[in-house]
Protein backbone atom coordinates (compact mmCIF):
# COMPACT_ATOMS: atom_id res chain seq x y z
CA UNK A 1 0.00 0.00 0.00
CA UNK A 2 1.19 3.46 -0.75
CA UNK A 3 1.85 6.26 1.36
CA UNK A 4 -1.28 8.41 -0.08
CA UNK A 5 -3.38 4.99 0.96
CA UNK A 6 -1.75 4.45 3.96
CA UNK A 7 -2.52 8.40 4.90
CA UNK A 8 -6.03 7.80 3.73
CA UNK A 9 -6.91 4.85 5.80
CA UNK A 10 -5.72 6.13 8.67
CA UNK A 11 -8.23 9.10 8.32
CA UNK A 12 -10.89 7.15 8.08
CA UNK A 13 -10.03 5.17 10.70
CA UNK A 14 -9.67 8.36 12.97
CA UNK A 15 -13.30 9.60 11.28
CA UNK A 16 -14.64 6.27 12.09
CA UNK A 17 -13.21 6.35 15.81
CA UNK A 18 -15.14 9.94 16.10
CA UNK A 19 -18.08 8.84 14.84
CA UNK A 20 -18.74 5.72 17.22
CA UNK A 21 -18.20 8.49 19.80
CA UNK A 22 -20.27 11.00 18.77
CA UNK A 23 -22.29 9.95 16.07
CA UNK A 24 -25.30 10.03 18.01
CA UNK A 25 -25.33 13.58 19.00
CA UNK A 26 -28.03 15.10 16.86
CA UNK A 27 -31.41 16.53 18.41
CA UNK A 28 -33.09 13.79 17.45
CA UNK A 29 -31.26 10.86 18.95
CA UNK A 30 -30.80 13.10 22.13
CA UNK A 31 -34.23 13.50 22.04
CA UNK A 32 -35.18 10.15 21.76
CA UNK A 33 -32.49 9.43 24.38
CA UNK A 34 -34.28 11.63 27.04
CA UNK A 35 -37.73 10.52 26.57
CA UNK A 36 -36.12 6.93 27.18
CA UNK A 37 -34.46 8.31 30.35
CA UNK A 38 -37.55 9.34 31.97
CA UNK A 39 -39.56 6.16 31.00
CA UNK A 40 -36.62 4.68 32.46
CA UNK A 41 -36.42 6.90 35.72
CA UNK A 42 -40.10 6.49 35.92
CA UNK A 43 -39.54 2.63 36.40
CA UNK A 44 -36.60 2.54 38.49
CA UNK A 45 -38.60 5.03 41.07
CA UNK A 46 -41.70 2.84 41.21
CA UNK A 47 -39.69 -0.86 41.31
CA UNK A 48 -36.72 -0.31 42.42
CA UNK A 49 -35.05 0.03 46.18
CA UNK A 50 -31.53 0.72 44.69
CA UNK A 51 -32.67 3.67 42.65
CA UNK A 52 -34.90 6.58 43.56
CA UNK A 53 -33.31 7.05 47.04
CA UNK A 54 -35.98 8.60 49.96
CA UNK A 55 -34.06 11.56 51.94
CA UNK A 56 -35.66 13.12 55.07
CA UNK A 57 -35.99 16.46 53.07
CA UNK A 58 -39.63 16.63 52.74
CA UNK A 59 -39.29 20.45 53.60
CA UNK A 60 -37.14 23.32 51.03
CA UNK A 61 -35.49 25.95 53.02
CA UNK A 62 -37.20 29.40 53.58
CA UNK A 63 -34.17 31.41 53.74
CA UNK A 64 -34.56 32.68 56.94
CA UNK A 65 -32.32 30.02 58.82
CA UNK A 66 -30.04 31.23 61.14
CA UNK A 67 -27.43 30.00 63.13
CA UNK A 68 -23.07 28.52 63.24
CA UNK A 69 -22.51 24.92 62.21
CA UNK A 70 -19.76 22.86 60.93
CA UNK A 71 -19.78 21.28 57.64
CA UNK A 72 -17.66 18.66 56.54
CA UNK A 73 -18.49 17.79 52.51
CA UNK A 74 -17.24 13.73 51.71
CA UNK A 75 -16.14 13.29 48.15
CA UNK A 76 -14.98 10.91 46.06
CA UNK A 77 -11.21 12.88 46.05
CA UNK A 78 -11.47 14.89 48.56
CA UNK A 79 -12.48 15.95 52.25
CA UNK A 80 -13.50 19.28 52.88
CA UNK A 81 -14.00 21.17 56.18
CA UNK A 82 -15.53 24.35 57.26
CA UNK A 83 -17.95 26.57 59.42
CA UNK A 84 -20.93 27.93 58.24
CA UNK A 85 -23.16 30.82 59.26
CA UNK A 86 -26.46 31.38 58.11
CA UNK A 87 -27.55 35.00 58.35
CA UNK A 88 -31.38 34.43 57.97
CA UNK A 89 -33.36 36.41 55.40
CA UNK A 90 -31.43 39.68 54.90
CA UNK A 91 -32.73 43.02 52.97
CA UNK A 92 -30.23 43.99 50.70
CA UNK A 93 -28.60 47.16 51.15
CA UNK A 94 -28.20 50.42 49.48
CA UNK A 95 -25.19 52.14 48.03
CA UNK A 96 -25.12 55.59 46.13
CA UNK A 97 -28.85 54.85 45.45
CA UNK A 98 -28.09 51.00 43.97
CA UNK A 99 -28.99 48.33 45.51
CA UNK A 100 -26.27 45.82 46.49
CA UNK A 101 -26.31 42.30 47.07
CA UNK A 102 -25.65 40.95 50.51
CA UNK A 103 -24.41 37.27 51.30
CA UNK A 104 -26.64 35.64 53.58
CA UNK A 105 -23.97 32.90 53.60
CA UNK A 106 -20.41 33.20 55.78
CA UNK A 107 -17.73 31.16 56.29
CA UNK A 108 -14.63 30.48 57.92
CA UNK A 109 -11.64 28.04 58.54
CA UNK A 110 -12.05 26.46 55.47
CA UNK A 111 -9.39 23.10 54.95
CA UNK A 112 -9.27 20.46 51.98
CA UNK A 113 -7.66 17.25 52.28
CA UNK A 114 -7.27 14.74 49.57
CA UNK A 115 -8.51 11.00 50.32
CA UNK A 116 -5.32 8.92 49.85
CA UNK A 117 -5.89 5.58 47.88
CA UNK A 118 -5.04 3.96 51.08
CA UNK A 119 -7.93 5.62 52.34
CA UNK A 120 -10.31 3.93 49.95
CA UNK A 121 -8.88 0.53 50.37
CA UNK A 122 -8.24 0.01 54.14
CA UNK A 123 -11.04 -0.87 56.54
CA UNK A 124 -13.85 1.99 57.19
CA UNK A 125 -12.75 2.52 60.93
CA UNK A 126 -9.45 3.95 59.05
CA UNK A 127 -11.17 6.32 57.24
CA UNK A 128 -13.27 7.73 59.52
CA UNK A 129 -10.69 7.91 61.89
CA UNK A 130 -8.65 10.40 59.55
CA UNK A 131 -12.09 12.23 58.51
CA UNK A 132 -11.99 12.87 62.83
CA UNK A 133 -8.73 13.81 62.49
CA UNK A 134 -9.44 16.76 59.97
CA UNK A 135 -12.58 17.83 61.59
CA UNK A 136 -10.36 18.47 64.64
CA UNK A 137 -8.04 20.18 63.01
CA UNK A 138 -10.47 22.58 61.80
CA UNK A 139 -11.93 22.80 65.14
CA UNK A 140 -8.65 23.72 66.78
CA UNK A 141 -8.18 26.50 64.49
CA UNK A 142 -11.21 28.13 65.12
CA UNK A 143 -10.69 27.71 68.87
CA UNK A 144 -6.96 29.09 68.11
CA UNK A 145 -8.49 32.50 67.03
CA UNK A 146 -10.51 33.16 70.52
CA UNK A 147 -9.34 33.90 73.95
CA UNK A 148 -8.39 30.32 75.78
CA UNK A 149 -11.33 30.80 78.29
CA UNK A 150 -13.77 31.38 75.57
CA UNK A 151 -15.85 28.44 74.74
CA UNK A 152 -17.60 30.13 71.31
CA UNK A 153 -19.47 26.28 71.24
CA UNK A 154 -20.44 25.46 74.09
CA UNK A 155 -20.42 21.95 74.58
CA UNK A 156 -22.07 20.55 71.66
CA UNK A 157 -21.37 21.91 67.65
CA UNK A 158 -23.81 20.87 65.40
CA UNK A 159 -22.77 19.22 62.32
CA UNK A 160 -23.90 18.70 58.91
CA UNK A 161 -22.37 15.97 56.46
CA UNK A 162 -22.57 15.96 52.79
CA UNK A 163 -21.46 12.32 51.83
CA UNK A 164 -20.91 11.89 47.82
CA UNK A 165 -22.43 8.20 48.14
CA UNK A 166 -25.33 6.50 48.07
CA UNK A 167 -26.90 5.72 51.63
CA UNK A 168 -30.06 4.79 53.01
CA UNK A 169 -32.21 7.46 55.78
CA UNK A 170 -35.33 7.26 57.57
CA UNK A 171 -34.20 10.47 59.36
CA UNK A 172 -32.10 13.89 58.67
CA UNK A 173 -29.20 12.90 60.99
CA UNK A 174 -28.95 9.00 60.62
CA UNK A 175 -27.79 7.32 57.71
CA UNK A 176 -26.63 3.90 56.49
CA UNK A 177 -23.86 3.66 54.20
CA UNK A 178 -24.44 1.31 51.06
CA UNK A 179 -21.57 0.04 48.61
CA UNK A 180 -19.70 3.06 47.85
CA UNK A 181 -18.36 2.87 44.13
CA UNK A 182 -15.74 5.41 43.14
CA UNK A 183 -12.48 3.16 43.92
CA UNK A 184 -13.52 2.42 47.56
CA UNK A 185 -13.50 -1.08 48.79
CA UNK A 186 -16.29 -0.59 51.43
CA UNK A 187 -19.26 -2.50 51.00
CA UNK A 188 -20.92 -3.53 54.20
CA UNK A 189 -23.48 -1.38 55.79
CA UNK A 190 -22.48 1.19 58.02
CA UNK A 191 -23.94 3.66 60.20
CA UNK A 192 -22.52 6.67 59.16
CA UNK A 193 -22.94 8.72 62.15
CA UNK A 194 -21.65 6.20 64.51
CA UNK A 195 -18.57 6.14 62.48
CA UNK A 196 -17.54 9.20 62.36
CA UNK A 197 -18.10 10.24 65.77
CA UNK A 198 -15.88 7.27 66.67
CA UNK A 199 -13.43 8.22 64.69
CA UNK A 200 -13.65 11.90 66.13
CA UNK A 201 -13.80 10.79 69.58
CA UNK A 202 -10.33 10.01 70.89
CA UNK A 203 -9.98 13.96 70.67
CA UNK A 204 -11.82 14.58 73.67
CA UNK A 205 -10.72 15.03 77.08
CA UNK A 206 -13.42 14.33 79.75
CA UNK A 207 -12.95 16.10 82.82
CA UNK A 208 -11.33 13.28 85.19
CA UNK A 209 -14.22 11.10 86.75
CA UNK A 210 -14.00 10.96 90.66
CA UNK A 211 -13.33 15.20 90.47
CA UNK A 212 -14.62 16.12 93.73
CA UNK A 213 -16.44 19.79 92.99
CA UNK A 214 -15.70 20.45 96.92
CA UNK A 215 -11.21 20.07 96.40
CA UNK A 216 -9.94 23.34 94.83
CA UNK A 217 -7.34 21.68 93.24
CA UNK A 218 -9.84 19.13 91.83
CA UNK A 219 -11.87 21.64 90.39
CA UNK A 220 -9.21 23.75 88.69
CA UNK A 221 -8.15 20.92 87.22
CA UNK A 222 -11.27 20.03 85.81
CA UNK A 223 -12.03 23.51 84.73
CA UNK A 224 -8.76 23.47 82.91
CA UNK A 225 -9.83 20.22 80.99
CA UNK A 226 -13.22 21.61 80.28
CA UNK A 227 -11.53 24.47 78.58
CA UNK A 228 -8.48 22.38 76.66
CA UNK A 229 -10.83 19.75 75.04
CA UNK A 230 -12.72 19.83 72.13
CA UNK A 231 -16.57 20.32 72.12
CA UNK A 232 -18.92 17.48 71.52
CA UNK A 233 -20.37 16.90 67.79
CA UNK A 234 -23.87 16.11 67.66
CA UNK A 235 -24.89 14.99 64.10
CA UNK A 236 -27.75 17.45 62.82
CA UNK A 237 -27.93 16.29 59.41
CA UNK A 238 -26.71 13.91 56.96
CA UNK A 239 -27.31 14.16 53.15
CA UNK A 240 -25.72 13.40 49.56
CA UNK A 241 -23.88 15.80 47.90
CA UNK A 242 -26.21 16.57 45.05
CA UNK A 243 -29.40 17.41 47.86
CA UNK A 244 -26.68 19.60 49.24
CA UNK A 245 -25.93 21.24 46.38
CA UNK A 246 -29.56 21.73 45.30
CA UNK A 247 -30.14 23.14 49.47
CA UNK A 248 -27.82 25.28 49.77
CA UNK A 249 -28.69 27.42 46.21
CA UNK A 250 -32.26 26.93 47.23
CA UNK A 251 -31.17 29.14 50.07
CA UNK A 252 -28.44 31.46 48.67
CA UNK A 253 -30.90 33.21 45.86
CA UNK A 254 -33.94 34.55 46.68
CA UNK A 255 -36.08 33.31 43.69
CA UNK A 256 -37.88 35.86 41.18
CA UNK A 257 -41.45 34.70 41.05
CA UNK A 258 -41.35 32.78 38.06
CA UNK A 259 -38.40 30.98 39.00
CA UNK A 260 -37.25 27.87 41.33
CA UNK A 261 -34.69 25.00 41.95
CA UNK A 262 -36.30 22.38 40.04
CA UNK A 263 -33.00 19.73 40.59
CA UNK A 264 -29.23 19.29 42.29
CA UNK A 265 -26.67 18.18 39.49
CA UNK A 266 -23.05 16.66 40.52
CA UNK A 267 -20.64 16.28 37.70
CA UNK A 268 -17.29 15.91 39.12
CA UNK A 269 -14.98 12.70 40.16
CA UNK A 270 -18.64 10.95 39.84
CA UNK A 271 -22.92 12.22 38.93
CA UNK A 272 -25.64 11.85 40.07
CA UNK A 273 -28.95 14.41 40.49
CA UNK A 274 -31.45 14.99 42.71
CA UNK A 275 -35.02 16.34 42.44
CA UNK A 276 -38.36 17.21 44.17
CA UNK A 277 -40.86 13.82 43.55
CA UNK A 278 -44.18 13.01 44.32
CA UNK A 279 -44.37 10.62 46.60
CA UNK A 280 -46.93 8.93 44.63
CA UNK A 281 -44.98 7.78 41.51
CA UNK A 282 -42.38 5.77 44.45
CA UNK A 283 -41.71 2.08 45.14
CA UNK A 284 -44.59 1.81 48.15
CA UNK A 285 -41.44 0.41 50.69
CA UNK A 286 -39.51 3.86 49.90
CA UNK A 287 -43.26 5.53 51.55
CA UNK A 288 -42.93 3.84 54.51
CA UNK A 289 -40.76 6.21 56.95
CA UNK A 290 -43.05 9.03 55.35
CA UNK A 291 -45.46 10.94 57.06
CA UNK A 292 -49.35 10.49 55.22
CA UNK A 293 -49.43 14.58 55.46
CA UNK A 294 -46.30 14.55 53.30
CA UNK A 295 -46.86 15.14 49.37
CA UNK A 296 -43.23 15.81 47.99
CA UNK A 297 -39.92 14.60 48.96
CA UNK A 298 -36.45 15.10 47.76
CA UNK A 299 -35.04 12.00 46.01
CA UNK A 300 -31.30 10.93 45.51
CA UNK A 301 -31.52 8.99 42.22
CA UNK A 302 -28.46 7.39 41.71
CA UNK A 303 -28.87 7.64 38.19
CA UNK A 304 -25.96 6.16 37.21
CA UNK A 305 -26.25 2.86 39.09
CA UNK A 306 -27.05 -0.72 36.82
CA UNK A 307 -30.17 -0.23 34.81
CA UNK A 308 -30.35 3.39 34.30
CA UNK A 309 -27.60 2.81 31.24
CA UNK A 310 -31.03 0.71 29.13
CA UNK A 311 -31.42 3.71 26.70
CA UNK A 312 -27.73 3.79 26.14
CA UNK A 313 -27.70 0.17 25.40
CA UNK A 314 -31.28 0.67 23.49
CA UNK A 315 -30.20 2.79 21.14
CA UNK A 316 -26.48 1.71 20.93
CA UNK A 317 -24.50 4.75 22.23
CA UNK A 318 -22.35 2.53 24.32
CA UNK A 319 -19.09 1.61 22.78
CA UNK A 320 -16.85 -1.24 22.88
CA UNK A 321 -14.15 0.90 24.78
CA UNK A 322 -16.51 1.57 27.32
CA UNK A 323 -17.62 -1.86 27.87
CA UNK A 324 -13.71 -2.88 28.70
CA UNK A 325 -13.55 0.58 30.68
CA UNK A 326 -16.31 -0.97 32.85
CA UNK A 327 -15.47 -4.55 32.97
CA UNK A 328 -11.78 -3.48 33.87
CA UNK A 329 -13.28 -0.79 36.77
CA UNK A 330 -13.08 -1.60 40.43
CA UNK A 331 -17.02 -2.43 40.56
CA UNK A 332 -18.06 -3.80 37.02
CA UNK A 333 -21.92 -2.99 35.96
CA UNK A 334 -21.99 -1.07 39.20
CA UNK A 335 -22.38 2.49 37.78
CA UNK A 336 -22.16 2.33 33.99
CA UNK A 337 -23.73 5.26 32.99
CA UNK A 338 -21.26 6.85 34.91
CA UNK A 339 -17.90 5.06 33.56
CA UNK A 340 -19.31 7.52 30.55
CA UNK A 341 -19.85 10.78 31.77
CA UNK A 342 -17.82 11.58 35.19
CA UNK A 343 -14.01 12.52 35.78
CA UNK A 344 -12.73 9.75 37.04
CA UNK A 345 -13.06 7.84 34.20
CA UNK A 346 -12.99 10.34 30.70
CA UNK A 347 -9.21 10.09 30.80
CA UNK A 348 -9.22 6.53 30.71
CA UNK A 349 -11.66 6.37 28.10
CA UNK A 350 -9.68 8.51 26.26
CA UNK A 351 -6.45 6.09 26.32
CA UNK A 352 -8.75 3.17 25.82
CA UNK A 353 -9.70 5.07 22.41
CA UNK A 354 -6.12 6.43 21.48
CA UNK A 355 -4.45 2.93 22.28
CA UNK A 356 -7.25 1.26 19.98
CA UNK A 357 -6.23 3.98 17.08
CA UNK A 358 -2.48 4.01 17.19
CA UNK A 359 -2.44 0.47 17.32
CA UNK A 360 -4.07 0.59 13.09
CA UNK A 361 -0.26 1.84 12.52
CA UNK A 362 1.94 -0.89 12.03
CA UNK A 363 4.55 1.60 11.81
CA UNK A 364 3.75 3.25 15.57
CA UNK A 365 5.89 1.98 18.95
CA UNK A 366 3.17 2.70 21.64
CA UNK A 367 5.47 4.39 24.72
CA UNK A 368 4.88 1.73 27.20
CA UNK A 369 3.61 4.53 30.24
CA UNK A 370 0.02 4.38 27.95
CA UNK A 371 -0.33 0.54 28.24
CA UNK A 372 -1.25 1.36 31.73
CA UNK A 373 -5.00 1.61 33.08
CA UNK A 374 -5.82 4.71 34.19
CA UNK A 375 -2.29 6.52 33.26
CA UNK A 376 -4.40 9.77 31.40
CA UNK A 377 -5.94 11.60 34.12
CA UNK A 378 -9.19 13.08 33.37
CA UNK A 379 -7.58 16.92 35.12
CA UNK A 380 -4.60 16.54 32.63
CA UNK A 381 -6.88 16.56 29.96
CA UNK A 382 -8.95 19.56 31.41
CA UNK A 383 -5.68 21.29 32.46
CA UNK A 384 -3.33 20.79 29.73
CA UNK A 385 -5.07 19.28 26.58
CA UNK A 386 -8.17 21.28 26.09
CA UNK A 387 -6.39 24.57 27.27
CA UNK A 388 -3.00 25.18 25.87
CA UNK A 389 -1.38 25.56 23.16
CA UNK A 390 0.30 23.02 20.53
CA UNK A 391 3.79 23.48 21.53
CA UNK A 392 2.37 23.33 24.80
CA UNK A 393 0.67 19.91 24.90
CA UNK A 394 2.90 18.24 22.38
CA UNK A 395 6.03 18.98 25.03
CA UNK A 396 4.00 17.78 28.24
CA UNK A 397 2.70 14.49 26.03
CA UNK A 398 6.75 13.93 25.26
CA UNK A 399 7.02 14.57 28.91
CA UNK A 400 4.83 12.29 30.58
CA UNK A 401 4.46 9.82 27.77
CA UNK A 402 8.11 9.19 26.46
CA UNK A 403 8.93 6.36 23.92
CA UNK A 404 11.66 4.18 25.30
CA UNK A 405 12.36 1.72 22.05
CA UNK A 406 10.86 3.89 19.08
CA UNK A 407 13.58 5.63 16.68
CA UNK A 408 11.92 8.22 15.74
CA UNK A 409 9.57 10.50 17.60
CA UNK A 410 6.01 9.19 18.55
CA UNK A 411 4.65 12.84 19.53
CA UNK A 412 3.99 13.62 15.48
CA UNK A 413 1.80 16.20 14.97
CA UNK A 414 -0.84 14.02 13.65
CA UNK A 415 -0.66 11.73 16.92
CA UNK A 416 -1.46 14.99 19.21
CA UNK A 417 -4.02 16.44 17.03
CA UNK A 418 -5.37 13.24 17.76
CA UNK A 419 -5.17 12.61 20.80
CA UNK A 420 -6.88 15.99 20.86
CA UNK A 421 -9.46 15.36 19.13
CA UNK A 422 -10.58 12.05 20.82
CA UNK A 423 -10.23 14.08 24.17
CA UNK A 424 -13.15 17.01 22.63
CA UNK A 425 -15.31 14.08 21.05
CA UNK A 426 -15.25 12.48 24.97
CA UNK A 427 -16.28 15.45 26.77
CA UNK A 428 -18.87 16.80 23.63
CA UNK A 429 -20.58 13.03 24.60
CA UNK A 430 -20.18 13.86 28.28
CA UNK A 431 -22.06 16.72 28.18
CA UNK A 432 -24.23 15.67 25.75
CA UNK A 433 -25.56 12.60 27.44
CA UNK A 434 -25.64 14.81 30.92
CA UNK A 435 -27.81 17.13 29.14
CA UNK A 436 -29.91 13.99 27.88
CA UNK A 437 -30.15 12.61 31.42
CA UNK A 438 -31.38 16.14 32.82
CA UNK A 439 -34.08 16.58 30.49
CA UNK A 440 -35.08 12.98 30.99
CA UNK A 441 -35.53 13.64 34.60
CA UNK A 442 -37.56 16.68 34.86
CA UNK A 443 -39.98 15.37 31.86
CA UNK A 444 -40.22 12.25 34.46
CA UNK A 445 -41.01 14.53 37.22
CA UNK A 446 -43.58 16.75 34.92
CA UNK A 447 -41.66 19.74 35.30
CA UNK A 448 -41.34 19.84 31.50
CA UNK A 449 -42.77 17.87 28.96
CA UNK A 450 -41.20 15.18 25.91
CA UNK A 451 -44.21 14.70 23.67
CA UNK A 452 -44.92 10.88 22.26
CA UNK A 453 -46.69 9.39 19.62
CA UNK A 454 -50.65 10.83 20.61
CA UNK A 455 -50.00 12.71 23.31
CA UNK A 456 -51.44 16.26 24.04
CA UNK A 457 -49.42 19.25 24.98
CA UNK A 458 -50.95 19.54 28.11
CA UNK A 459 -49.70 17.66 30.47
CA UNK A 460 -49.68 20.22 33.70
CA UNK A 461 -46.37 21.24 35.24
CA UNK A 462 -44.94 20.42 38.77
CA UNK A 463 -47.00 23.16 40.54
CA UNK A 464 -50.33 21.87 38.71
CA UNK A 465 -50.39 25.30 37.04
CA UNK A 466 -49.42 27.14 33.89
CA UNK A 467 -47.59 30.60 35.15
CA UNK A 468 -47.63 33.48 32.90
CA UNK A 469 -44.65 34.42 31.45
CA UNK A 470 -41.27 32.36 31.38
CA UNK A 471 -40.82 30.14 34.05
CA UNK A 472 -36.98 29.49 35.21
CA UNK A 473 -36.17 26.16 36.26
CA UNK A 474 -32.94 25.94 38.06
CA UNK A 475 -30.49 23.22 37.78
CA UNK A 476 -28.11 23.70 40.68
CA UNK A 477 -24.46 22.29 39.83
CA UNK A 478 -21.53 21.43 41.32
CA UNK A 479 -18.28 19.40 40.72
CA UNK A 480 -15.09 20.14 39.30
CA UNK A 481 -15.43 18.50 35.67
CA UNK A 482 -18.60 20.66 34.95
CA UNK A 483 -17.66 23.42 36.40
CA UNK A 484 -13.65 23.54 34.87
CA UNK A 485 -13.85 21.04 32.02
CA UNK A 486 -13.36 24.02 29.40
CA UNK A 487 -16.93 23.26 26.93
CA UNK A 488 -18.67 21.53 29.07
CA UNK A 489 -20.55 23.76 30.99
CA UNK A 490 -21.41 25.30 27.97
CA UNK A 491 -22.49 22.31 25.41
CA UNK A 492 -24.30 20.75 28.33
CA UNK A 493 -26.46 23.75 28.52
CA UNK A 494 -26.84 24.30 24.72
CA UNK A 495 -28.38 20.82 24.29
CA UNK A 496 -30.26 21.17 27.71
CA UNK A 497 -31.76 24.59 25.81
CA UNK A 498 -32.62 22.35 22.12
CA UNK A 499 -34.10 19.47 23.56
CA UNK A 500 -36.47 21.87 25.86
CA UNK A 501 -37.18 23.87 22.67
CA UNK A 502 -37.48 20.70 20.25
CA UNK A 503 -39.76 18.28 23.41
CA UNK A 504 -43.06 20.29 23.07
CA UNK A 505 -44.63 23.35 22.15
CA UNK A 506 -46.07 23.22 25.50
CA UNK A 507 -42.29 24.53 26.85
CA UNK A 508 -42.40 27.53 25.18
CA UNK A 509 -43.01 29.12 28.65
CA UNK A 510 -40.29 27.07 30.05
CA UNK A 511 -36.17 27.75 30.56
CA UNK A 512 -34.28 25.63 32.27
CA UNK A 513 -30.79 27.14 33.30
CA UNK A 514 -27.54 25.50 34.99
CA UNK A 515 -26.49 28.31 37.77
CA UNK A 516 -24.06 26.85 39.80
CA UNK A 517 -24.17 26.27 43.76
CA UNK A 518 -20.27 26.95 44.63
CA UNK A 519 -19.40 25.19 47.39
CA UNK A 520 -22.91 23.21 47.84
CA UNK A 521 -21.27 20.38 49.46
CA UNK A 522 -20.45 22.51 52.19
CA UNK A 523 -23.14 25.15 52.63
CA UNK A 524 -25.58 22.48 51.75
CA UNK A 525 -24.80 20.74 54.66
CA UNK A 526 -24.69 23.78 56.70
CA UNK A 527 -28.17 24.76 55.43
CA UNK A 528 -30.02 21.25 55.73
CA UNK A 529 -28.22 21.62 59.83
CA UNK A 530 -29.93 24.86 60.57
CA UNK A 531 -33.18 23.32 58.93
CA UNK A 532 -33.34 20.47 61.34
CA UNK A 533 -36.27 21.65 63.14
CA UNK A 534 -38.49 22.06 60.13
CA UNK A 535 -37.67 18.34 58.47
CA UNK A 536 -38.29 16.42 62.06
Avoid at 57 to 73: M, N, Q, R
Avoid at 168 to 186: D, H, N, R, V, W
Avoid at 212 to 241: F, H, W, Y
Avoid at 414 to 433: E, G, K, M, N, T
Wanted: hydrophobic fraction near 40%; aromatic fraction near 6%.
Amino acid sequence: MGTTDSTNQQEDDVAKTLRALTGFINENTLLDLAGRFSETYHDVAKSSIEHFLVTPVTALPSGKEKGKFLSIDVGGTNLRAGFVELLGDLDNGESNGEKKEVSKIKRSNDRSWPIGDHLKMDQAEDLFTWVGDCIAEVIKEALSEVEPTESPFGEELLLGITFSFPMAQTCLSEATLLPMGKGFAITSDLNLGKMLLAGYARHLIEPTANGDNGASEATSSNKKRRISRLPRIRIAAITNDTVATFASLAYAVKAAPNSRVAMGLIVGTGTNATVPMKVEHLHEKKREALADSVETVVINTEWTIRGTDKPLIDLNIKTSWDSELDKNSDAPGFQPFEYMTAGRYLGEIVRLVFVDVVAMDSEACLPPSLSTKNAIPTRFLSEVVARADFEVVTKELEKRYASTSSPTAFWTTQRVILIRDIAYAVQQRSSALIAAACVGLLDCVHDIQIDRSGESASKPNGNGTQKEGIEELVIAYAGGTISQYPEWLETCQRWIDILVTKASPANASKKVVLKEALDGGIIGAGVLAGMTDDIA
